[in-house]
T-cell receptor, first 114, second 111 residues
Framework: DQQVKQNSPSLSVQEGRISILNCDYTNSMFDYFLWYKKYPAEGPTFLISISSIKDKNEDGRFTVFLNKSAKHLSLHIVPSQPGDSAVYFCAASGGLGSARQLTFGSGTQLTVLP | KAGVTQTPRYLIKTRGQQVTLSCSPISGHRSVSWYQQTPGQGLQFLFEYFSETQRNKGNFPGRFSGRQFSNSRSEMNVSTLELGDSALYLC??????????FGPGTRLTVL
């Protein structure tokens, strides 16, 4: 049972436009959400996170939105740059004793076209 | 500050052998977690250590084990290797119960 889902395996966006990556979760115990970027043959790089007490968190070009009632979060990248091309993973944690256990989605390959 | 380091970066073993992977966390980080990444199953949590104690364990067989030393460095061991154990093994460290920072991974190939 996939508790964190990224339903779009790939996304292509033109340079300078907005990239929107989506993530859905089913476990209502999750209370902390993170986005990671991953290049081939490298470990995931932390991008941005959000606690369930917030509905938005912004860091430079990256903004994460959380809709708890819909169990949905999204990552917005504005403006998109060719260097943003990578696989993006959504991850979640939460519940007693599981704060250090991240559950990952399957990833979305973002391609930013010059 | 140096990032998470993992050794070796690449490893080739045969079925039935055992393997030990090493991870050095970011200085000051006391929590170390291990993940397995495969094309079919994605990124899956193996276990997490804090102050030399395993605090959390994922759904993997007992062939997968780990430990943490007093300097927070961690090792994971896989015994009786199977073909399906071929994967990228990632180590992550964290200071608090929030963001985890990943190392580059160890690519294990089992022949």
């Amino acid at each position: 049972d996939q508790q964190v889902k990224q339903n779009s395996p790939s996304l292509s966006v033109q340079e300078g436009r907005i990239s929107i990556l989506n993530c859905d979760y089913t476990n209502s115990m999750f209370d902390y959400f993170l986005w990671y970027k991953k290049y081939p043959a490298e470990g995931p790089t932390f991008l941005i996170s959000i606690s369930s007490i917030k509905d938005k968190n912004e860091d430079g070009r990256f903004t994460v939105f959380l809709n708890k009632s819909a169990k949905h979060l999204s990552l917005h990248i504005v403006p998109s740059q060719p260097g943003d091309s990578a696989v993006y993973f959504c991850a979640a944690s939460g519940g007693l004793g599981s704060a250090r256990q991240l559950t990952f989605g399957s990833g979305t390959q973002l391609t930013v076209l010059p | 500050k140096a990032g998470v380091t993992q050794t070796p970066r690449y490893l080739i073993k045969t079925r039935g052998q055992q393997v030990t992977l090493s991870c050095s966390p970011i200085s000051g980080h006391r929590s170390v977690s291990w993940y397995q990444q495969t094309p079919g199953q994605g990124l899956q949590f193996l276990f997490e250590y804090f102050s030399e104690t395993q605090r959390n364990k994922g759904n993997f067989p007992g062939r997968f084990s780990g430990r943490q030393f007093s300097n927070s460095r961690s090792e994971m061991n896989v015994s009786t290797l199977e073909l399906g154990d071929s994967a990228l093994y990632l180590c992550a460290s964290s200071y608090q119960d929030n963001e985890q920072f990943f190392g580059p991974g160890t690519r294990l190939t089992v022949l």
